[in-house]
């Protein structure tokens, strides 16, 4: 034909390699944060903060659980009424929010 196996482009060096398969891949990254973006109901660029805040906000509620589930256990392996009363008083003051939290919660808007 027409020496189309001349024309063709030089092979990639490995350096060239390298910086292709580094484009790529974080092009593929992207595309993937994109659709989790679209997943969980926000933008490409708060979704790092929005996955953070999960993981958080389930860390938490996981660790209060756990804290409660041991009062509970204390609660109802414990034999006096004083016993019990100290165990249920300690219960409520990890439920308990500041006094400072209580202002901020009656003004909204501030």
């Known amino acids: 034909m027409y020496n189309l196996h001349i024309n063709l482009?030089?092979?990639l060096t490995k350096k060239q390699?390298?910086?292709l398969r580094i484009k790529n891949e974080r092009i593929k990254n992207l595309?993937?944060?994109?659709e989790e973006a679209i997943l969980q109901?926000?933008?490409f660029n708060r979704i790092n903060k929005r996955i953070h805040m999960k993981f958080t906000l389930t860390r938490?509620?996981?660790s209060f659980h756990e804290e409660m589930?041991?009062?509970t256990k204390q609660y109802l392996a414990a034999d006096d009424e004083q016993s019990k009363i100290q165990?249920?008083?300690d219960m409520r003051e990890t439920m308990d929010t500041s006094d400072d939290a209580k202002e901020?919660?009656?003004r909204p808007k501030k």
Request: glycine share 4%; net charge positive; proline share 12%.
């Open 69 to 71: 589930l041991d009062y």
């Open 60 to 62: 938490i509620c996981e």
């Open 41 to 43: 109901g926000t933008s």
């Open 31 to 34: 595309r993937i944060q994109n």
């Open 104 to 106: 901020i919660e009656m």
């Open 87 to 89: 165990i249920y008083k």
């Open 17 to 19: 390699r390298r910086a």
């Open 9 to 11: 482009p030089p092979p």
